[in-house]
């Protein structure tokens, strides 16, 4: 494909599209604003010069990635931005679509724009229903809350864990004499088994659809390490996509957000906690299972049967993380470090681990 003279930019929403283009040479114009179909863009584009020689570029948003692929499909390099890393003006107080689309093409034209990873539609699939279950596991922790404070307000106090079998029958044997009283009771109790039922069966659709993918090798080869299982492992393949994307481990953990902030000049040298950028439900999964590695490295039953079809490779980066990163716990914790700081060292650790698994050629024996 040729190199682009024209470089678009598209302000994107759910009615309109803002169009703005930049050529090589003239500073960025105003086309206009048309509403968001895609036979009446791909019209406007054609006006604005051949679709090989356009490139155009939207932020990443609630509308998805449809427009790329269509526009793609359509023979138009089309790009998605991360709008956390596009360049701010210091003092700009008016922002406008029109505004927006021609900064947008602006900074396309100068190569300042930093493009997102565009996942296919069967792994963008997979993503939506890992999603789909963390809205309903935080809907079960919503009624879960509200059903506990209702009981404590009216002095019903469980002396054990909660949410256990023996928890639940007992939530289910308390009585209150105002009928109202009762019904909120029932209400608040069917919440909270709906939400559990919502999330059962979406661990089943889970386990039947993730073995049919093509991320399928790389889930069951994660499953090898220890505190990562079908859960975690459908995350980190379908949430990044292909692993060999990133050229280096420090860029994975970057991408994650778990590498030191710093604020340096001059002689002076300053790091603060981790940036945090990236992808956020998937940092906090990788902190969940960093906690695995607080024990003593070891083979349990369950992991060797879930690690029986991994490949030898595979299998030694596994133990490798295991007694690493219980070594650098054990280092942190004796030097006085709290044990969120070492719990989070270990996860970016584990992504490096992730990465090595993710380099690897064959990741199954059979």
């Not at 570029?57 to 790329?68: H, S």
């Not at 499953?223 to 060999?244: M, V």
Request: hydrophobic share 40%; charged share 30%.
């Amino acid at each position: 494909m040729p190199d682009p003279s024209r470089f678009i930019g598209l302000d994107v929403h759910s009615k309109s599209i803002s169009i703005a283009v930049a050529s090589n040479r003239d500073a960025a114009e105003f086309v206009g604003q048309i509403p968001n179909d895609l036979p009446r863009l791909l019209k406007a584009l054609d006006r604005l010069g051949s679709r090989d020689q356009l490139h155009c570029a939207y932020e990443a948003g609630p509308t998805g990635y449809g427009l790329q692929r269509a526009l793609s499909k359509a023979g138009v390099r089309c790009d998605v931005i991360a709008p956390s890393k596009m360049p701010k003006v210091a003092g700009d107080r008016v922002k406008t679509d029109r505004r927006d689309a021609l900064r947008l093409a602006h900074l396309l034209r100068c190569g300042d724009l930093v493009k997102i990873h565009v996942p296919d539609e069967a792994c963008e699939a997979m993503r939506d229903l890992l999603r789909s279950r963390e809205d309903a596991k935080r809907a079960q922790l919503r009624a879960r809350h509200q059903l506990s404070k209702y009981l404590l307000r009216h002095g019903r106090r469980w002396p054990k864990c909660n949410w256990t079998i023996a928890h639940l029958e007992w939530v289910e044997q308390q009585t209150f004499e105002h009928p109202a009283q009762a019904r909120v009771l029932e209400e608040c109790l069917q919440a909270v088994n709906e939400a559990s039922a919502r999330i059962h069966r979406y661990d089943a659709l889970l386990a039947e659809l993730a073995p049919q993918t093509e991320q399928a090798d790389l889930i069951e080869a994660l499953q090898a390490f220890r505190g990562i299982r079908l859960l975690t492992a459908a995350s980190i393949a379908f949430e990044l996509g292909d692993i060999r994307r990133f050229p280096s481990a420090k860029k994975l953990m970057g991408y994650l957000g778990l590498t030191p902030s710093e604020d340096s000049s001059g002689d002076r040298v300053r790091r603060g906690g981790i940036t945090k950028a990236g992808n956020g439900g998937l940092r906090r999964l990788l902190v969940e299972s960093a906690w695995a590695y607080r024990h003593t490295p070891r083979e349990a039953y369950r992991l060797k049967k879930r690690a029986e079809r991994v490949a030898p490779g595979v299998r030694r980066i596994a133990w490798s993380a295991q007694t690493r990163l219980n070594a650098r716990y054990k280092k942190m914790m004796a030097r006085g470090k709290g044990a969120q700081k070492t719990l989070v060292a270990l996860a970016r650790e584990l992504a490096g681990f992730i990465w090595a698994v993710g380099q690897e050629r064959c990741l199954l024996t059979t």
